[in-house]
């Protein structure tokens, strides 16, 4: 029952089920033998050779070299920017191209605290960046407010843009960073970690911000496929066996 | 800082200058303040500035604070810095809160003090504090169309609850 | 009074003046004679060899300057171009949103737009006991946070009428001479990389991350340290500590001849900060500048001396002071003061007294954690400090002291109960960045980027 929800958030090259990787085999002899028609042949090289093996490549490369751009608002920008020098050295990740301008950017690190004068200018620079786009929160202020429960800060930049990664911290050190930074990576290139979630076997409990949810309105799907999440029945017997 | 006799003399020296120009005078905990009267706030620093002897001539910090239940409201700070002796003083323009939508006015000093002009808008930002005659007089921090005056006493701090297990089920989402 | 030591030493800030100030460097009425001059600086700042000396070209010899005069004897038209150097910008030094008006290449007008990491910090204190207000007071001017919780801590002692023990003032003293060491080195780390002397910043930030392991083996954290406690400092460093600091004393000034070695005798760095951004002393008074800036510039206006606070009268150390108060004095005075930091906490640290290290009212101060178990009286005093916190009686006080960009004041209301009822930080960089029209006023728009450099604005401090 758990490998069944673990399979269901793995990438896309793992096959879904015993049969489904029986139907690989199959046609990886009938290639060698070839045998596999015209359509035959296209889908299974779409599936074994460009969704795997060119996707794992690009997101290797998007993974080992990104570009940050820097989004330095307080406190955490001091530790951001130590990040660049020597002794917690990001360029070792192949990061330390700090890119100001978001057109030419991967990945935004979101240091500090988001008051209220900011966050459309966070939002509009955000926007502007290019996919494939990934954000990490860092410190406390700018994932959940932070200390500052008033008037003029955002309580957390997830309430008006999505963000992949949050590292805690008041700052949060260098170190801290880099491990987020090394979750992103290991995101990217398509295993991301369960965190907590793997120990405590809660593994369909993420709470994803989906775009559509936001500005198209797809609250009522989102919603429907919560409360499938949470009270699901079994999946159905021909899904795999354990 | 001059001690409370000093600032006896300063204050009874103002009165015979502007007369009824300092309403009270404060030495405490080693600082000396004099609470003047709003409508003379720019004879009081001009003659503290230009006077030989006084020379107060460092505008070291203006700000604002809401004294809400007490009355006068608001008090307008000016630390006052003579370089030469290092001495301090505070003057403090006790203002009225008119009510109702209308908001206190006093004479901007920009012109004796240039360092006043981002305090001085920062204390309109906060406090709603008008200053005739201030070249420029917007909000500083906070957004421009924000509504509201954040540092007085009867705005509140703002933020939300705080979501933990016991009220979870209580406070809305961001999808509700 | 005006350091008198600088004045003994024979240092020619009044010649120096009087001699800039004759040359015609006057800003806004004079015009900037031209690109190339580089301009006569008698910056003596203390300790150094003699800089070399440059003639200043005569107002509008050279035709190629900016400035009004030469513009209209070409005949163009003063067509102005707003831009917007927003509030994301590799240079801003933070959030700090400025509108430009260009004829050309020239700043014709400048105007800094701020409010964009405003926090509320000021209103979030009137909502916290005494003692939980300074992990908020901290967080505003994020690199020399030691210095807000002296500013507020000394007020909040004012308020209450607490000396604090001797331990606890040399402590306070090195850990703030610490950080102002801390604050110049990001200075210079990000000037230099503004300016294009990108590898300024590597070596600068790796002496940055020895001062915060040097804060992390006294408190436990890089930043933020939350040390400074109402009534001295809230734990004695630990063993190992007085050495390390030594150590690091020991080493720091031959570090700053590495950084002064690449940038100071520079050709580029020279031509693009020699002359640029002066603005004479008494529009700075005006405007209520102090710090470095207005040392540079030939005040020799230093609060740790003027007023001296904590333990700075028991030190003795030197202000540098410049001349004209170009980019370059500036960058002169402030790697001074960190060699005189350097200076003041090797004799902190050998003066450094036995005793406690923060005051025995138990009414202000929380009692030792051994106490808790055998004496009742500390259970309860403990209980109400955590709780309820101290009250303090009515009253308010304005306590400033020397940061490293100039005066910090901060200004305590009580009314009486356990919370205080304003606090207000007359903060630095939000008084100095009123100076940068001044300083950006008819000069190329790159020299923008250096004057704001060289400001040092920390829009936290602005913006609170």
Not at chain 1, 172 to 196: C, S, V
Not at chain 2, 123 to 138: E, K, Q, S
Not at chain 3, 104 to 119: C, S, W
Request: net charge negative.
């Amino acid at each position: 029952m758990r490998r069944e929800k673990i399979r269901a958030l793995a990438p896309l090259e793992q096959p879904r089920s015993d049969q489904e990787l029986r139907v690989r085999q199959l046609r990886a002899r009938d290639l060698l033998r070839g045998d596999l028609e015209d359509e035959e042949l296209q889908k299974h090289v779409e599936e074994s050779v460009l969704a795997t093996r060119l996707e794992k490549a690009l997101n290797w490369g998007r993974a080992n070299a990104m570009f940050p751009a820097t989004f330095g608002l307080a406190c955490c920008a001091i530790e951001m920017m130590s990040i660049v020098s020597p002794r917690y050295d990001i360029a070792r990740f192949g990061a330390e191209a700090m890119r100001a301008s978001p057109r030419q950017a991967d990945f935004l690190i979101l240091s500090g605290r988001v008051s209220i004068k900011m966050a459309p200018v966070v939002r509009r620079l955000y926007d502007q960046m290019l996919e494939p786009k990934w954000v990490i929160s860092m410190g406390a202020c700018s994932s959940s407010g932070g200390m500052f429960a008033n008037y003029a800060v955002v309580q957390g930049a997830d309430k008006f843009m999505p963000v992949d990664i949050h590292v805690p911290g008041c700052p949060p050190r260098p170190e801290a960073l880099l491990y987020g930074f090394n979750k992103l990576q290991r995101m990217i290139l398509g295993h991301p970690d369960p965190g907590w979630r793997s120990r405590y076997n809660a593994a369909g409990t993420e709470e994803w911000a989906r775009e559509e949810a936001i500005t198209t309105g797809g609250v009522d799907e989102y919603r429907e496929a919560r409360r499938v999440a949470k009270g699901a029945p079994p999946p159905p017997p021909d899904a795999g066996a354990a | 800082m001059p001690d409370a006799p000093g600032l006896e003399l300063i204050a009874g020296e103002l009165n015979d200058a502007h007369p009824g120009s300092v309403l009270e005078t404060y030495h405490d905990r080693g600082q000396a303040c004099l609470i003047v009267d709003p409508g003379q706030v720019l004879a009081v620093l001009g003659w503290l500035r230009d006077t030989s002897g006084q020379e107060y001539w460092f505008l070291a910090s203006l700000h604002a604070a809401d004294y809400l239940p007490a009355e006068p409201r608001f008090g307008v700070h000016y630390e006052l810095l003579n370089m030469a002796r290092v001495e301090r003083l505070r003057v403090r323009a006790a203002l009225d809160d008119p009510g109702g939508d209308d908001l206190p006015e006093l004479d901007s000093c920009v012109d004796m003090f240039p360092t006043a002009e981002f305090q001085e808008r920062e204390a309109y930002d906060f406090f709603g504090i008008v200053f005739r005659g201030h070249p420029d007089l917007r909000r500083i921090l906070m957004p421009e169309e924000y509504v509201g005056w954040p540092q007085r006493r009867d705005f509140p701090v703002g933020g939300e609850p705080v979501i933990f297990t016991h009220n979870e089920r209580e406070v809305p989402r961001w999808y509700e | 009074m005006k350091t008198p030591e600088a004045q003994a030493e024979g240092k020619v800030f009044g010649a120096g003046a009087e001699e800039a100030a004759g040359s015609g460097v006057r800003h806004g009425t004079a015009p900037a004679p031209g690109r190339d001059r580089v301009a006569h600086t008698e910056a003596t700042v203390i300790g150094t060899s003699p800089i070399e000396r440059t003639t200043v070209a005569e107002p509008g010899s050279d035709p190629a300057a900016p400035g009004r005069e030469a513009e209209e004897a070409a005949g163009s038209g003063s067509e102005l171009m707003t831009i917007n150097l927003g509030p994301h910008h590799p240079a801003t030094h933070g959030v700090l949103r400025l509108l430009v008006s260009l004829e050309g290449e020239i700043v014709r007008d400048l105007k800094p737009i701020v409010g964009y990491v405003h926090t509320g910090i000021e209103k979030s204190c009137e909502d916290k006991s005494y003692w939980k207000v300074i992990p908020f007071v901290e967080r505003m001017d994020y690199v020399s946070y030691y210095f807000q919780m002296e500013a507020f801590c000394g007020a909040v002692e004012r308020l209450i009428g607490l000396e604090i023990p001797e331990r606890a003032k040399y402590l306070r003293v090195i850990h703030l001479e610490l950080n102002r060491i801390h604050s110049h080195l990001v200075w210079l780390g990000t000037s230099a990389l503004d300016v294009g002397a990108m590898s300024m910043f590597f070596y600068c930030f790796r002496e940055r991350d020895r001062v915060l392991d040097l804060f992390e083996m006294s408190s436990g954290q890089r930043m933020h340290t939350r040390y400074f406690q109402i009534g001295g400092v809230f734990e004695d460093i630990p063993v190992g500590f007085a050495e390390k600091v030594r150590a690091f004393c020991a080493e720091m000034p031959s570090r700053i001849d590495q950084y002064e070695a690449l940038l100071t005798r520079n050709e580029i760095f020279l031509r693009r900060t020699k002359g640029i951004g002066v603005v004479p002393r008494e529009r700075l008074l005006d405007l209520g500048v102090t710090g470095p800036l207005l040392r540079a510039a030939g005040e020799p206006w230093d609060l740790r001396k003027a007023e001296p606070y904590l333990s700075y009268a028991d030190h003795e150390f030197r202000i540098p002071v410049g001349t004209i108060g170009d980019g370059w004095d500036r960058y002169r005075v402030r790697v001074q003061e960190m060699r005189e930091s350097v200076r003041i906490i090797e004799q902190a640290l050998e003066g450094l007294p036995e005793g406690p290290w923060i005051a025995d009212d138990r009414k202000y101060v929380l009692p030792p954690r051994n106490e808790l178990s055998t004496s009742m009286e500390s259970l309860i005093h403990h209980f109400k400090l955590v709780t309820e916190g101290f009250r303090v009686a009515p009253g308010e006080v304005y306590n400033a002291i020397e940061g490293p960009r100039g005066e910090l004041g901060c200004f305590v209301v009580a009314d009486g109960s356990a919370k205080p009822a304003r606090v207000h930080f007359r903060d630095s960089s939000f008084v100095n960045l009123q100076v940068l029209r001044d300083m950006c006023m008819d000069e190329y728009v790159a020299d923008l980027i250096q004057n704001l450099a060289m400001l040092d604005p920390i829009l936290g401090g602005i913006d609170r």
